[in-house]
Every structure is written in structure tokens, then in C-alpha cells.
């Protein structure tokens, strides 16, 4: 995994992005799961959002390992 990333003239942890990056996710995949009324047939929704949020949390690394450095566009 990359150290740190240059995102706005920070220098920021890449799991720190990673982790905000999978926060945003989840809030757009929770709003939507509401409106269509899964949470209904899930037994405990608290656990089944922190499962979700490793899952996209751990995609969203993945993602950040494998593109170059160079070609992130984070930087103004």
C-alpha cells in the first residue's frame, strides 16, 4: 500500500483516505437500502453496516494500492 498520498497540499495517510473514501460509500449504499426497504429483512442492521463498511473499506484500498501515484489526481 502507498505510505501517503498528496491530496490538497496535505500529505495524508492512504488508509485515511481509504477510510473516508468507503464512509462516503456507504452513506450513498445505506440511504438507498432504506428506500428500498432491505434493512426489513436483515437481522441486525448495525452489524451488517459494520461488515459493509470492511468490505468497502477493504475494495477501496485495493483500488488505491493499485493505481500509480502519479495519476491521482488529488492535488491543486
Known amino acids: 500500500m502507498i505510505g501517503e498520498l498528496h491530496v490538497v497540499g496535505l500529505y495524508a495517510p ?3 483516505v481509504s477510510a473516508i473514501v468507503a464512509g462516503l460509500m456507504i452513506l450513498l449504499i445505506r440511504r438507498m437500502l432504506v428506500r428500498v426497504g432491505f434493512y426489513r429483512y436483515v437481522w441486525h442492521p448495525g452489524l451488517f453496516d459494520v461488515a459493509l463498511y ?16 502519479n495519476s491521482l489526481a488529488l492535488s491543486w
Do not use: E, K, R, Y
Open 14 to 16: 492512504a488508509s485515511l
Open 54 to 69: 470492511v468490505v468497502l473499506w477493504t475494495g477501496a484500498a485495493v483500488l488505491l494500492d493499485h493505481i500509480q501515484p
